[in-house]
């Protein structure tokens, strides 16, 4: 299994790198071709990448990753995290799991991705990035790449990815961030949090493509607060950018939120009741209403089934 693996990431990295010279191989080696649905007479169901980030660290984004998918699975719906803070992820802490391999173990081609998850409460599937490995730290695009296309060989896709992405604007971010279907913008009422959101929407439109975000407030005391700090940044993003950044929720100050992390739980599932927890819930239910993410035309790796990346944003 790990052995294909690694001929079928060879060969997607292969197909990338072929698109960005204008060179191109007639067909790929036998054992990277996808999962035929035809076989069963069922397309191949679709899943939706979403990307959680925030520019600055410190604003909570992988609180809001692990409690958002936790939130999702208890809904009933099939959901997958990827910790992509390559070297010091920590999905795996704040829910007290011991992961034995990590994505470097994918790269390696020792494991396939099925391999890697594990599972968490609800259903929850997590794809562990590693923490400590300083070689994680140090990818280059075209293994961020690898890592993105293995997705297209999972057997059945889940309802949902959701991405937790690194702190600032490396091209681990960026790329992450680009290949999803949304990117959920992370802030909290900080001067350095609102300046690198922008910097991020900046980036990520500007490089990527990318026209649409949706925008998530954590640790803020009440609905009009979240208002006011997406509207800072909706200003300044309207003045300057051609995007647009939707506003998608906000998760309350709430001391049971404190509690779930010191115990390596999500809030959702130690106190379901509790403020942050009931704002969790609301956000999963506007996530699962979202409209359909507008493919085509991408010029970009994607989650499930991107299309060859160009040279813009490299």
């Not at 990590?102 to 923490?131: F, M, N, R, V």
Request: a neutral charge; one cysteine or more.
């Amino acid at each position: 299994m790990s052995g294909i693996l690694a001929m079928n990431q060879a060969w997607g990295l292969k197909e990338m790198f072929n698109a960005i010279t204008g060179e191109r191989d007639l067909a790929p080696p036998a054992p990277h071709r996808p999962h035929q649905a035809a076989s069963t007479g069922a397309p191949r169901r679709r899943c939706r990448a979403i990307a959680v980030a925030g520019g600055k660290g410190g604003v909570g984004k992988t609180t809001v990753a692990v409690n958002l998918g936790m939130s999702l699975a208890m809904a009933g719906r099939e959901v997958m995290l990827l910790d992509a803070d390559m070297g010091l992820a920590n999905v795996d802490v704040l829910l007290g799991l011991a992961p034995s391999r990590h994505l470097g173990h994918l790269l390696d081609g020792t494991a396939s991705l099925e391999e890697l998850l594990l599972d968490a409460p609800h259903g929850l599937k997590i794809i562990p990035g590693g923490s400590g490995a300083r070689r994680l730290a140090q990818l280059g695009n075209g293994e961020h790449a690898a890592v993105i296309r293995a997705f297209d060989e999972l057997p059945k896709p889940p309802d949902y990815l959701l991405v937790d992405t690194a702190a600032g604007l490396s091209d681990n971010v960026a790329m992450f961030a680009a290949a999803a279907d949304d990117v959920v913008v992370v802030v909290c009422d900080e001067p350095a949090s609102l300046t690198d959101a922008y910097a991020l929407v900046k980036v990520l439109s500007r490089d990527f493509g990318v026209r649409r975000f949706r925008f998530v407030a954590n640790l803020v005391r009440n609905a009009g607060e979240a208002r006011a700090l997406h509207q800072k940044l909706a200003k300044v993003c309207d003045r300057f950018l051609d995007v647009v950044l939707d506003f998608s929720g906000f998760v309350p100050q709430d001391e049971r939120l404190r509690q779930a992390i010191r115990r390596q739980n999500a809030v959702v599932d130690l106190w379901p009741a509790a403020r942050s927890s009931q704002a969790f819930k609301q956000l999963a239910g506007a996530v699962d209403n979202w409209e359909e993410p507008a493919r085509a035309g991408l010029d970009r790796i994607a989650f499930f089934g991107g299309q060859a990346v160009t040279a813009s944003g490299w």
